[in-house]
C-alpha cells in the first residue's frame, strides 16, 4: 500500500516509520528497500484485503494522476465487507487499475461491489499482444477507432465478456506524442478499440458524467462499423448469389 494513517492523516512510507491501516486499523510498517517500490505492509500478517495486488510502477503512475484523496480509499458494502479502491471519486464512482492475472469471478466480485466501476488494464503482459498492438497502430482511423476482431488480441478475448467499461493501456503514445489508452467494445461481429488521450481520460474521470459523452460516441461508432460490415456481407452474400444463378445458366447443363 501506498498510504498509511499516521496521527489522523494519510501518510506515504518513510524509513522506520509505523502507522494504521486505512482500512481495517492495524499497524503497518513502511517498507523502504533498494529493490522494490517503498510501501506500507502489515505487521506480521499478509494484506487485509484480499483483492489487494502488490503495486508496480504502472499502478503507482496511474494513480498520482488522480487527487491524493480519491487514491486507495476503503469502501464497505451493506454486509460489512470492506474492499481498498484504487481510486474512489467521491460521489462513488470507481476506477480499478489491474495490472496481474485475475480470475473472472474475482472481476465479477469487483463489479458487484463497486457497482460504478471503470476498469484500465494493463496491455502488455502478453508478448504477442503487445507486438499486435504496434501494427495496428497505423491502422487507426481518423476517428479514433480500429478494427481488430481479426487480430485475436488475448487481453481483448478475456476482458470483453467481463465488464461494461475497460480501457487498455498498451503504453504507447499517438502520434502527436501524447500517452493514450484504448475503450474496448465488443459484439458477436467484431472488436474494436476507441483511442483516448490519457490526459482526456483523466479530465473526464474527475468530472462527473465526463466519460459519458466519449463512451457515447464510441458506442456511435461501433454501430457505424457493425453497419458497414453488414453492407459488405450482404454484397458479398448478392455477388454469390448471381455467381451462382450464372453457373446454374451457363455451366451446370455441361456437368
Not at 502488455?124 to 495496428?136: N, Q, W
Request: charged share 35%; net charge positive.
Amino acid at each position: 500500500m501506498n498510504y498509511a494513517i499516521i496521527e489522523g492523516k494519510k501518510t506515504m512510507p518513510q524509513k522506520q516509520l509505523k502507522g494504521k491501516c486505512i482500512s481495517c486499523g492495524s499497524e503497518m510498517i513502511a517498507k523502504c528497500g533498494d529493490v522494490k517500490l517503498h510501501h506500507w505492509a502489515h505487521k506480521g500478517k499478509r494484506h487485509c484485503d484480499p483483492w489487494w495486488e502488490n503495486e508496480t510502477e504502472w499502478h503507482r503512475g496511474w494513480k498520482n494522476l488522480f487527487p491524493e484523496d480519491w487514491r486507495e480509499v476503503p469502501s464497505k458494502d451493506e454486509n460489512g465487507v470492506k474492499h481498498i479502491a484504487d481510486i474512489k471519486r467521491p460521489d462513488g464512482f470507481f476506477i480499478e487499475f489491474q495490472n496481474s492475472a485475475i480470475s473472472i469471478e474475482e472481476v465479477e466480485s469487483r463489479n458487484l461491489f463497486y457497482k460504478n466501476l471503470v476498469w484500465v488494464v494493463n496491455g502488455c503482459r502478453s508478448v504477442l499482444d503487445l507486438e499486435k498492438s504496434i501494427r495496428f497502430s497505423g491502422l487507426i482511423t481518423c476517428e479514433g477507432i480500429v478494427d481488430v476482431t481479426s487480430m485475436g488480441l488475448r487481453v481483448c478475448n478475456k476482458w470483453k465478456k467481463l465488464a461494461s467499461h475497460i480501457f487498455i493501456d498498451f503504453k504507447d503514445n499517438s502520434s502527436d506524442g501524447r500517452k493514450r489508452i484504448f475503450y474496448l467494445i465488443s459484439v458477436d461481429k467484431c472488436d474494436l478499440l476507441c483511442e483516448l488521450q490519457v490526459e482526456d481520460f483523466v479530465l473526464m474521470a474527475k468530472s462527473r458524467g465526463g466519460m459519458k459523452p466519449f463512451i457515447q460516441k464510441a458506442h456511435k461508432l461501433k454501430d457505424e462499423v457493425i453497419k458497414s460490415i453488414d453492407e459488405k456481407i450482404a454484397i458479398e452474400n448478392e455477388n454469390k448469389r448471381k455467381r451462382r444463378e450464372w453457373e446454374k445458366k451457363f455451366i451446370d447443363p455441361f456437368r
